[in-house]
């Protein structure tokens, strides 16, 4: 009778390592699914702020007829910076979380290394056409640069041709 027992109880210790092992691979898989889900949830939440960032941008851009420095003053967390008369880029600041960070003169260098994302608006003339190239990045590295180590995560590319005032005379 003692072996019939033992065996039973084996039986039943087999059984439980099995149904273990069962649900420790079904717990991995979830976990697996949960962390990828939070990836995809993150991404997507990045995708929408550029988006609308850039949007934003661009209606600026047309608002303010292309006028870099019309543009630079609807944005408080915006950087101005003018290469040339044919190009100027401006490079609006954000946060980890997306929020805009001010940006003052004394404080820019401050405002760079506190920077996770930044949209960058590049004006150029071409001809007649005034062309807008908004990019909105995120930064990799830890550097105080505003373009290098960074991922693209959404473009968007307008044209304008500016409006003239033109003058009645009598």
């Known amino acids: 009778m003692n072996t019939n027992t033992s065996s039973r109880s084996g039986l039943f210790l087999m059984e439980l390592i ?91 260098t401050s405002s760079l290394s506190d920077s996770c994302y930044v949209v960058s608006a590049k004006i150029t003339k071409d001809e007649r056409m005034l062309l807008c190239r908004v990019t909105a990045m995120k930064k990799i590295g830890s550097t105080d640069s505003l373009t290098e180590d960074t991922e693209t995560i959404y473009e968007l590319s307008v044209t304008l041709y500016p409006k003239k005032e033109v003058s009645h005379e009598k």
């Open 18 to 108: 099995i149904s273990i092992l069962f649900f420790s691979l079904a717990s991995a898989v979830c976990v697996k699914l949960f962390v990828s889900s939070h990836t995809i949830s993150k991404d997507s939440v990045e995708l929408n702020h550029s988006l609308e960032w850039c949007q934003n941008v661009a209606e600026a851009f047309y608002g303010s007829n292309g006028d870099s420095e019309e543009m630079a003053g609807l944005f408080s967390n915006c950087l101005l910076n003018a290469s040339s008369s044919t190009a100027n880029e401006l490079y609006l600041l954000f946060d980890k979380d997306f929020n805009p960070i001010k940006v003052s003169n004394t404080s820019s």
